[in-house]
C-alpha cells in the first residue's frame, strides 16, 4: 500500500521568500501525485497534479512542483510568496493500477507567510 | 468549482447519540467520499460511494454508516457518537471513475462529540 510523507509539519517564511515544501512517498507500483491546498476554514482545493510526461509541473497561484521517480519525492516549490498563501498543504498519492479508489494523503504542512 | 455543500456545518452532540451528516452535489459526478480531518492526521476516508446505492469503506470506517439513494445525496451517518468521533468531516466528489481524477472538496461540517 501506497504512504505519503510530508517531512515538515510547519514552514514559516517571510513574504516574497522562497519556500520549498517536501513530500516523500512508497509505493511498489508506479503513481499518481496531487498537491491540495486547504486556506482557513475551508476544504481542500487542487494545486496541481502530476500524471504523466513532463516531471516538472505547473499549477495555480504561482506553484511548481517535481516528481522524482529515484528520489520518490515530489516537492511543491514557489519562488516568492504572498501573505494569502499561508494555508496547508497536502500531498496525496494513488496507485496507478492499484484497484482501489483511494487517495492516500499526507499529514500535512502548514505554511505561515510573515510580512 | 463542483457545487458541494455540507450540512450542518456545525454540530455538538453527547455520546451516544446518532448523528447524520449530509453531502449535497449538484454536479451529476457519480464517484463521492467521506473523509475526516485530524490534527496530526490529514485526512482518513471513511466510505466511498461509485455510484447509487453502491458503497465501500475506507481506512477508518468503524462506527460509520453511509446511503446513497441518489446521485446527489451522500450521508455519513454516525450510529451511537464517541468523543473519537470529534473531527472535521469533508464530503468529496469526482466525476468519473479514475485515480486521476481531481477530487472536489465540500467546506466541512465540525463536529464536536461530548
Known amino acids: 500500500a501506497q504512504s505519503v510523507t510530508q517531512l515538515d509539519s510547519q514552514v514559516p517564511v517571510f513574504e516574497e521568500a522562497p519556500v520549498e515544501l517536501r513530500c516523500n512517498y512508497s509505493?511498489?507500483?508506479?503513481?499518481?501525485l496531487f498537491w491540495y491546498v486547504q486556506y482557513p476554514n475551508q476544504g481542500l482545493q487542487l494545486l496541481l497534479k502530476y500524471l504523466s510526461g513532463s516531471t516538472l509541473v505547473k499549477g495555480i497561484n504561482g506553484f511548481e512542483a517535481e516528481f522524482n521517480k529515484s528520489q520518490t519525492s515530489f516537492h511543491l516549490r514557489k519562488p516568492s510568496v504572498h501573505i494569502s498563501d499561508t494555508a496547508e498543504y497536502f500531498c496525496a498519492v494513488s496507485e496507478i493500477g492499484g484497484g482501489s479508489e483511494k487517495l492516500v494523503f499526507g499529514k500535512g504542512t502548514k505554511l505561515t507567510v510573515n510580512p | 468549482d463542483a457545487g458541494i455543500t455540507q450540512s450542518p456545518r456545525h454540530k455538538v452532540t453527547e455520546t451516544g447519540t446518532p448523528v447524520t451528516l449530509r453531502c449535497h452535489q449538484t454536479e451529476n459526478h457519480r464517484y463521492m467520499y467521506w473523509y475526516r480531518q485530524d490534527p496530526g492526521h490529514g485526512l482518513r476516508l471513511i466510505h466511498y460511494?461509485?455510484?447509487?446505492?453502491?458503497?465501500d469503506k475506507g481506512e477508518v470506517s468503524d462506527g460509520y454508516s453511509v446511503s446513497r439513494s441518489k446521485t446527489e445525496d451522500f450521508l455519513l451517518t454516525l450510529e451511537s457518537a464517541t468523543s473519537s468521533q470529534t473531527s472535521v468531516y469533508f464530503c468529496a466528489t469526482t466525476p468519473r471513475t479514475g485515480l486521476q481524477e481531481t477530487q472536489y472538496f465540500g467546506p466541512g461540517t465540525r463536529l464536536l462529540v461530548l
Open positions: 460511494s461509485y455510484g447509487v446505492k453502491d458503497t
Open positions: 509505493s511498489s507500483v508506479s503513481v499518481y
